[in-house]
């Protein structure tokens, strides 16, 4: 039944028994749900699987840090693997059913190198696709394969990551997956910042002005809010306001949010949304401010620091 909770998740490390575990739940006619992650689990990803809970009978995270996504001189090998943590704060949740947790092999089974890949189209160059080559045809072959085993009903993915949303969204269009794909809003700290893996990169100092890059998101949404159209201006002055504070800026743009194509001037704001990513100290952090919402919603703001 949608929204019950379960007793203590399951942990299924091969693609064999992750596919046993999904066909004796859909012999009984339980619909399934997909969070997938790369572990270091917190409030963002918890809510996700509240999400998937109230969308389908079975909620399946996975749990798989996926080395194809990450470039040259990224934090593949330093990426955060705590899954006694992950697992412990899985069973107090009592919201997922499942974790599936593979090794390499079974996610690659012809080794990453020489994996068959997903090669998405030109939005995955654009924005960190720009700075992070090949990282979005990374993240595409993942969920691919994920989909491919979990074969869930439904997928569920958090806004904070953007751009990797639109384009999981195209690929499930393109390929005719059936899959839904539902997000769920990003969690922040009462400080405005994002919740993310990677704010455990940032030192007390570096955390304490991390929040300013949601405020340069905040302060272009509602110059465009109140009439200003010039965005490359507006973008150009958010991007030296961070560097300022000492930020390095990877991009700080306004774009469609139904498809992330640039805007041509014609659009209302409720239709456009504000990205950046910016590396402070050791972290590149992402967020992105949807002119949609009017505000902060209290729901989406974690009392965690
Ligand atoms: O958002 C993430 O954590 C990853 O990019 C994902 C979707 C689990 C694919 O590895």
């Known amino acids: 039944?949608?929204?019950?909770?379960?007793?203590?998740?399951?942990?299924?490390?091969?693609?064999?028994?992750?596919?046993?575990?999904?066909?004796?739940?859909?012999?009984?006619?339980?619909?399934?749900?997909?969070?997938?992650?790369?572990?270091?689990?917190?409030?963002?990803?918890?809510?996700?699987?509240?999400l998937a809970r109230a969308e389908a009978d079975v909620v399946v995270a996975t749990i798989f840090v996926n080395p194809t996504q990450f470039g040259a001189g990224e934090d593949y090998e330093s990426y955060p693997r705590t899954l006694d943590e992950d697992l412990s704060l899985l069973y107090a949740a009592g919201t997922v059913d499942a974790v599936f947790v593979p090794d390499e092999g079974e996610i690659y089974p012809f080794g990453a190198d020489e994996a068959v890949r997903v090669s998405m189209p030109a939005l995955s160059r654009e924005l960190c696709g720009a700075s992070r080559p090949g990282h979005f045809d990374g993240v595409a072959s993942v969920v691919c394969r994920l989909l491919n085993i979990v074969t869930p009903d439904v997928m569920v993915l958090g806004l904070k990551d953007y751009q990797q949303l639109i384009v999981i969204k195209r690929m499930v269009a393109d390929l005719g997956i059936?899959?839904?794909?539902?997000?769920?809003?990003?969690?922040?700290?009462?400080?405005?910042?994002?919740?993310?893996?990677?704010?455990?990169?940032?030192?007390?100092?570096?955390?304490?002005?991390?929040?300013?890059?949601?405020?340069?998101?905040?302060?272009?949404?509602?110059?465009?809010?109140?009439?200003?159209?010039?965005?490359?201006?507006?973008?150009?002055?958010?991007?030296?306001?961070?560097?300022?504070?000492?930020?390095?800026?990877?991009?700080?743009?306004?774009?469609?949010?139904a498809d992330l194509a640039r805007p041509n001037g014609r659009q209302p704001p409720d239709e456009l949304i504000v990205l950046a990513a910016a590396r402070l100290g050791k972290a590149r952090l992402i967020d992105n401010l949807d002119l949609r919402e009017r505000e902060l919603a209290t729901s989406d703001v974690s009392a965690s620091t």
């Open 178 to 257: 059936g899959v839904r794909v539902v997000s769920g809003r990003t969690m922040r700290d009462t400080d405005g910042l994002a919740i993310s893996s990677r704010n455990r990169y940032l030192t007390d100092e570096e955390r304490v002005r991390a929040p300013l890059l949601y405020a340069a998101l905040e302060k272009v949404a509602g110059a465009i809010r109140n009439g200003d159209g010039n965005y490359g201006a507006l973008q150009q002055s958010a991007a030296d306001e961070l560097r300022a504070s000492g930020f390095v800026p990877d991009y700080v743009e306004v774009r469609r949010a």
């Open 1 to 50: 039944m949608p929204g019950a909770l379960v007793p203590k998740p399951v942990v299924l490390h091969t693609a064999d028994r992750a596919r046993e575990f999904v066909r004796d739940r859909r012999a009984s006619r339980q619909g399934i749900a997909l969070v997938p992650t790369m572990g270091n689990l917190h409030e963002g990803h918890l809510s996700l699987a509240r």
